[in-house]
């Protein structure tokens, strides 16, 4: 078990490293300083200080800037599938959107208001950045779920005039199709965000993926209608909804198809899972999508107590959708959407491990590359979370999964953090395929007297509001072109002061040149 699953990480390390074709070296030493060393830096630059980088601190703009935009990227995705769901019956992706907080690079392109969590009561959760969308998978090995493993294969980034849900339903049909899947069940997993109509149509188009949405506690739902509304319709077109039923109105729902409990354990106490079944309702659609005519089950969970009370205020309300959506039971449901919130604890590893964030640059493709590339570090750790020996801090040692004397025995899948923590001493074990640093010596470096052009700056892109973004971009095109005027004033100023002390001296302009170019 050991050896194979040393050789399976050798195996994905080779793959990702043929990727690179410019930069190579230094782009998966880059890689490796991701994985072991991220947890210990601040900026993206002290990763040249890790053990696993073996060359200057500049070579990290050159692996991001030369080596990333020429990597086959778009290969990845296959291989970490292969890497970690190869044999399976069905795929169940998970998408999700977040945003990468910038409100102070004004020389970025495309920011927009994006989501951010705001811990200060009463404000708004929303910060100046550009947005993401994540397409994940769920491992096949229910031990790696249980330590909340969810596998990153694809991220893009969301245009300001895209929506993060429209580009997250594209990633899906996408590497369906990518990875040969299209004749196989898939499940797809969102939040409310992806119950909107646009996302329900791409569904709709295809015959082998059932999605899996939340359903907002106000919504409204309908049956099909009976034979005898249908009846006491008259002449024109037909009933398309029948009876209402609103979900926070438990008077108005009807009988369900099906009931189910059972019983999970909890952190202090049994929980009992209540879940019930409604079949063929409708959600309402609009004249370019019928919705009528693509029917969901509906889903309630409620999760009671051992005194049998519900330990959240409103139950959580689940819309099942696609022409296969009956090979699915309403167990296997629970756990699927349980999974999802898995996606935000990648969200926050990346984030404080793999410094998803904290690449500060202005220019909008390197940032988009580098969120590109850095999940390919937290796939690279979960193939090693089998390897390896725990080492807990001191203050860890008191936990359940560092109790016994052999910590390898107790925990033989590690979180993250555990990985990453031991994933150093690992590369020493697998070595690395790539290469040696060879110094090149000095570079020559910028010309003397030569200036970088300045960047411009970029104004704030508000979504939905054209008017408003076109007077800012105005605003913004008029400061350029002054600041470019004041400029030119400037220059035409000193060339008349040197034309007037010239002429004082009794010097021609020829002269001077002459002189000057001695």
Known sequence: MHQAQIEKLQFFRKSIYSCFKKRADATFNLLDALSSSGHECKSVVELSESPAFLRQYSSITD?????????????TASLVYHAVNSGCVRTTFFLDCTGN???????LDGRCIVHAPNPAPGNKPICVGRQYSVLAIAPMSQEARLK??????????????????????????????????KDELSISVGDSLYATEGCRQVVAEQPNIVHIFRLKSQRAIYKSP???????????????????????DKKTHALPDKESSFMIEGKKQVLTVKLTQ??????????????????????????????????????????????RRHEITMEEIYETYSQRYDIEHFFSFGIQNLLLDSYQ???????????????????????AAQLGQLTPKPWERYLKAYQNENPQDNVSFKTPAQTQRTFSKLLNEIGTPARDCIPRGKPVGRKAGEQPIERSNHAIYFKGNKETNSIKNEINTSQENQKNQANDDSIEKLLNKARSELKKKGFSPADFAEKLLL
């Open 63 to 75: 692996a991001i800037g030369d080596g990333l935009p020429h990597a086959s990227l778009d290969k």
């Open 101 to 107: 907080p910038r409100p102070w690079a004004k020389k």
């Open 148 to 181: 909340h493993w969810l596998l990153p294969i694809k991220v893009d980034l969301v245009d300001i005039e895209e929506k993060g849900h429209e580009v997250g339903m594209k990633q899906l049909v996408k590497q369906i199709e990518t990875l040969s899947l």
């Open 226 to 248: 009976s034979l005898e509304e249908l009846a006491r319709t008259g002449a024109g077109r037909k009933k398309q909804y029948g009876r209402k039923m609103l979900l926070s």
């Open 278 to 323: 409604w079949n063929s309702l409708l959600l309402r659609g609009s004249r370019d999508f019928p919705s009528h005519r693509h029917p969901i089950n509906v889903l309630r969970i409620i999760i009671c107590d051992a005194q049998g009370e519900p330990v959240f205020k409103r139950p959580l309300w689940l819309g099942i959708m696609g022409k």
């Open 361 to 383: 640059t202005p220019d909008a493709e390197h940032e988009k590359l580098w969120w590109q590339f850095a999940p390919l570090a937290y796939v690279q750790l979960y193939l």
